[in-house]
């Protein structure tokens, strides 16, 4: 098999020390405009690509940062990763994507694989942060630069950039208030995810204020369709079926619609529905989702800011941002006053 050629091969064809060579490829000034001939001569001559990682040996950066996210299939990351690789080429860095598949038992191992196969990336974005998971004390001994993004654990040791939960469930809570349900019911990812138990935390606190608390009924299950659509089915057994559901991510919401077609009911007339995330999706559906815009485009932008922004000034104070979500009104949710 023919061999890769070297930074050496480089020098020899040129006729110019390696150190040399690594001048030219570093942009170090003091290489001469004759030099710089030679060595991209035989650059072109031999089809070198420099390594990243070798460069980086001597920038202490190869313009890389490995992103962690917690299921490759979830619509929702799949907006976050196209938002954050956008951002990081503009900065140009290239991301490396790591999967746990939401697994807890992949997110306690995520130490020892960001230690043995990512040590080299200059930073690294989290957006699988839950309960018992990855030992975020433990990883900021190995890694300098890491930013929390989308899902975080309360903590005082790491930069994060979230929507705020608590104010998106008062959201979702205050509209159906305002549009006159009262026989109300909730379907939630894991609360050992921390944006949904926040998000279920706003939504029951504004009931409670409003007297009706004692009329909610909350489902806690996965984060796939499946898990919407037979949370629905128990919800709609029941001898006082809710007039509206608030599930606390439009792919469990989407579930729902699945269900009410399956079951033949009418949305918004019999059923109200409204999700969290405003993936892109939700315009799409059979109905039109009324939902929580999570903004996760502006959520992986920050990110990134923020990252390189440590990276760039070690001495940043702990940045812990917060973004305003907002309600986006369609179709699913119906007004009982009219």
């Known amino acids: 098999m023919k061999k890769n050629p070297t930074i050496q091969d480089v020098a020899n064809l040129a006729g110019v020390s390696k150190a040399t060579v690594s001048k030219y490829l570093n942009n170090t000034p003091y290489v001469s ?3 710089k001939k030679r060595i991209e001569s035989a650059i072109k001559k031999l089809n070198y690509h420099p390594s990243s990682l070798a460069r980086g040996l001597v920038n202490k950066s190869i313009k890389l940062i490995a992103l962690v996210i917690s299921d490759v299939q979830l619509l929702i990351n799949s907006s976050l990763i196209k938002s954050v690789e956008n951002e990081a080429n503009q900065h140009g860095y290239d991301i490396v994507l790591v999967n746990t598949n939401d697994e807890e038992r992949h997110e306690q191992n995520l130490n020892k694989i960001l230690t043995e196969r990512y040590q080299h990336v200059d930073g690294l974005i989290l957006a699988n ?31 994060y950039v979230v929507i705020d939960n608590y104010i998106g469930g008062r959201l979702a809570a ?3 208030i305002r549009t006159g349900h009262r026989r109300v019911a909730a379907i939630s990812g894991s609360q050992e995810i921390h944006p949904y138990r926040d998000r279920i935390r706003g939504f029951s606190q504004t009931l409670e204020e ?24 128990k919800l709609m057994a029941s001898s006082t079926p809710p007039t509206a559901i608030f599930a606390t991510s439009d ?12 079951y033949r009911w009418q949305i918004p007339e019999e059923l109200s529905v409204i999700g969290f995330d405003n993936i892109f999706f939700s315009r799409l559906a059979r109905v039109p989702l009324t939902t929580i815009d999570g903004k996760v485009e502006d959520l992986g932008k920050r990110a990134v800011q923020l990252l390189l922004q440590r990276i760039e000034n070690k001495e940043l104070t702990l940045q812990q941002i917060k973004l305003h979500p907002s309600l986006v009104v369609r179709e699913s949710c119906r007004n009982l006053h009219k």
């Open 33 to 35: 405009p004759a030099t």
């Open 129 to 159: 942060a839950r309960e018992n998971g990855v030992d975020l004390s433990e990883l900021k001994k190995i890694f300098e630069h890491i930013v929390l993004v989308h899902r975080h654990v309360p903590n005082d040791i790491v930069d």
């Open 174 to 176: 205050e509209y159906l």
């Open 210 to 233: 409003h007297g009706l608390q004692s009329h909610l009924t909350v489902i806690e299950g996965g984060q796939t369709l499946e898990s919407g659509y037979q949370a629905a089915e």
């Open 251 to 262: 792919l469990l919401a989407l579930g729902v619609l699945d269900a009410s077609r399956d």
